[in-house]
């Protein structure tokens, strides 16, 4: 079966530092989304990349795909506190019918 | 307000009881869905359902089944619980199922259950 899963469990950094969080999936996909939680909130979506792309922007967020090595990255520029949250990279399969969600990264960002 | 709301919010019951969650968007969406996260915010997709119809059914126990009156809502009932059933179960709706890839999903806030 399928699995997504973000490289590392957590992340620290200071306000105004930038952070790099990554994922790598197993199988092929049309599509690949970044989620946040926040404490006590659903998780909400930042970033879709298609398949076909390389880069998709959001304001201080960037995600990159690489479908070769089958990974991505969602990187934040100039953290803020309220940037604290736990960070999904969620795949679309190809023929699938459901998101699969990765095991989440947990983004800490300290005044 | 356009969102998803769940009740309740938190939900303590012992082992054998019976539960319930009502999930509604108000979003206008054709799809909603039931993951349940647990401690470790693992998240897994539990069902999912499109226009009234049960589209996904993940390899849930057979005691969890899923409700609904009409697209906008979707509840959860649980026969019996057991302890492992003690999580956060998350309601989120998109807007169509039919496209080439899957649209953003909303999510609720989430009920919390716990099994004693």
């Known amino acids: 079966s399928q699995l997504a899963e973000e490289n590392l469990w957590a992340l620290s950094v200071h306000e105004g530092e930038s952070v790099t969080v990554n994922c790598s999936y197993k199988t092929s996909i049309t599509a690949l989304q970044w989620y946040r939680q926040k404490s006590g909130e659903g998780p909400a979506q930042l970033i879709l990349i298609r398949s076909n792309e390389r880069d998709n922007r959001n304001g201080r967020l960037r995600a990159t795909l690489d479908t070769s090595s089958q990974s991505s990255s969602l990187s934040i520029t100039a953290t803020r506190c309220e940037d604290t949250a736990v960070y999904f990279c969620?795949?679309?399969?190809?023929?699938?019918?459901?998101?699969?969600f990765g095991t989440g990264t947990t983004v800490s960002v300290s005044p | 307000e356009t969102a998803v709301f769940q009740t309740p919010n938190y939900h303590v019951t012992q082992v054998g009881n019976e539960v319930s969650f009502n999930c509604k968007q108000t979003?206008?969406?054709?799809?909603m869905y039931w993951y349940k996260q647990d401690s470790k915010k693992l998240l897994k997709i539990m069902f999912s359902?499109?226009?009234?119809?049960?589209?996904v059914n993940e390899t849930v126990p057979r005691r969890f089944s899923p409700q609904s009156s009409d697209k906008a809502h979707l509840n959860l009932r649980i026969k019996s619980v057991e302890p492992e059933d003690s999580a956060v179960y998350l309601c989120a709706s998109s807007s169509d199922w039919g496209g080439d890839v899957q649209d953003t999903q909303y999510f609720g806030p989430g009920t919390r259950l716990l099994v004693l």
């Open positions: 979003l206008g969406h054709d799809t």
């Open positions: 359902y499109n226009n009234k119809q049960l589209i």
């Open positions: 969620a795949t679309d399969p190809q023929g699938g019918r459901a998101l699969i």
